[in-house]
């Protein structure tokens, strides 16, 4: 069905494009067009794009341009050759493209249109509140509202395993349920009247129709999406936030900076808040997923992580925990080097991200004293971490979940080979250079806090005999893969801890 639209997206398009061969010229990188106007290898790289683009470098070498969807893009497969990329000027640049696919993915005027000066400046200083100082009030507030979510979750009666029976749910849904509304509560408040739920459901369906967005095939092809997309926006109009209490302060300083632009209507301003939800959920909550689903697959790791939890937590809060709020602040956060550990290694297998860049005029790239390739204006230039991750000379057993994979002596390992030479971009789930995703830290926090809580209140098991976990190779380059197949897991929560004491696990 999706690759039906996206073809009908190029004939509807065809009368508006001057087509043209493209053919490879002297200094450019090898060209891989495919037989398929327009579409070029799309489907090939959708279908498993680490095998697509890696049997691609055996042909090729380290660096080719292939046609996807309509843009040339030529991949950079080196890690060595990285900071040529990311370290580059003015002619590779990503904010313009980035402005120009967000305003038209989530229905907002481009912010550096002109119509609003200074806002672009004005947005990325906001980042600044989801870091440093900043984090710890955002640190408590998850907290908080984390408890509150999976105490009413575990101690609800429509499933709570309090009696000490075993209790058995979905994985990804249990993730997406607690990390969707803690998140919505810790970044733009609460509010009595709110369907949290619904909203859930009409984000998930948009981000189900993200990646044909990207591609820029037109929302008019796209079944309800647009209907979808306008229900989303009317959400958060400004007249229903001003009642929602107590936003963090990085969503305030938002809603404050769009109300000084007399040319932002009402609407816009809503769907700009619309994005940044669904940036905060969108990577996280499948990253959630992955964090849980490798821990509980591995006894060891699961053990060795809780047992630290329970270290930095002491005792006593760990019993307090269903009786009232415990707190776990941002410098114990960072005493947890297997949790750490063990949320990058979940990182390393799942993230399928590209870091890409925009070539603004025809120019030579020089990628190292050996090599140099000739670019053409328009065209992107992707890193893609992915193939680094997965590098057999960089990790041993690549594909094998390695809880301590980024732990040595007790602290963060961050020393890594390849051919006898450090890697220095050897783990990049959130980007490069003046691209890196500016909620990081909050991410991070996030996962940590998620993990914590959730073992501190429950033991969790996998049945025998289920099918492991695989990625959705639907979404590749976008981000944190989704699983592609539903995955159960048992759990009971500790609030009756003597009885676990004496019985042990079932």
Not at 227 to 243: N, S
């Amino acid at each position: 069905y999706q690759e039906n639209i996206v073809e009908t997206s190029m004939l509807k398009k065809k009368d508006s494009y001057i087509v043209c061969a493209c053919y490879r010229k002297n200094g450019e990188p090898p060209l891989i067009k495919g037989w398929i106007p327009f579409l070029g290898k799309a489907l090939e790289f959708r279908k498993n794009s680490q095998q697509f683009l890696s049997q691609l470098q055996q042909e090729h070498g380290d660096f080719f341009t292939v046609l996807i969807a309509g843009r040339y893009i030529t991949f950079i497969m080196n890690p060595f050759l990285y900071p040529s990329v990311i370290k580059h000027g003015k002619q590779l640049d990503f904010h313009k493209f980035s402005d120009s696919a967000a305003s038209r993915t989530f229905g907002y005027p481009p912010v550096q249109s002109g119509l609003f000066p200074g806002m672009s400046d004005s947005i990325q200083r906001s980042y600044t509140l989801l870091q440093g100082s900043a984090l710890d009030l955002l640190t408590f507030s998850m907290m908080g509202n984390l408890q509150q979510v999976l105490r009413c979750r575990f101690l609800s009666s429509e499933g709570s395993g309090s009696d000490g029976h075993w209790q058995e749910a979905e994985l990804y849904e249990f993730c997406k349920c607690v990390m969707f509304q803690t998140t919505f509560n810790t970044l733009y408040g609460h509010s009595a009247n709110l369907c949290l739920d619904q909203l859930r459901e009409d984000i998930e369906k948009f981000d189900g129709i993200f990646p044909l967005l990207m591609a820029r095939v037109p929302i008019a092809l796209l079944g309800k999406t647009k209907e979808i997309r306008e229900k989303l926006i009317r959400f958060f109009y400004p007249q229903r936030m001003a009642e929602w209490r107590a936003p963090c302060q990085f969503i305030q300083t938002r809603m404050d900076l769009f109300q000084q632009y007399d040319t932002l209507q009402d609407r816009d301003k809503a769907a700009h808040h619309f994005a940044m939800l669904w940036a905060a959920v969108g990577n996280t909550i499948p990253a959630a997923f992955w964090c849980l689903y490798h821990l509980i697959s591995c006894p060891e790791a699961l053990e060795a992580v809780r047992a630290e939890i329970i270290n930095v937590v002491g005792e006593k809060n760990m019993k307090l925990i269903f009786e009232e709020d415990i707190t776990i602040t941002r410098q114990q956060l960072e005493q947890m080097v297997n949790l750490e550990s063990s949320i990058n290694e979940s990182f390393r297998l799942s993230s399928v991200s590209m870091n890409i860049r925009i070539v603004q005029e025809d120019f030579c790239l020089c990628l190292d004293a050996q090599h140099s390739i000739n670019l053409r204006k328009d065209d992107i230039v992707a890193l893609y971490p992915q193939s680094t991750h997965l590098d057999p000379e960089i990790y041993d057993q690549p594909q094998r979940f390695q809880f301590d994979r980024f732990v040595e002596d007790g602290r963060d390992k961050t020393d890594f080979y390849k051919c006898g030479q450090k890697v220095r971009y050897y783990r990049m789930p959130f980007g490069s250079g003046a691209t890196q995703c500016p909620g990081r830290f909050f991410a991070m926090n996030e996962l940590k806090q998620f993990v914590c809580v959730t073992l501190l209140m429950c033991e969790m098991q996998l049945p025998e005999n289920q099918q492991e976990a695989m990625l959705d190779n639907s979404r590749a380059g976008l981000g944190i893969m989704p699983p592609v197949n539903p995955i159960t897991f048992k759990y009971r929560t500790k609030k009756n801890r003597g009885q676990y004491e004496e019985g042990g696990m079932d």
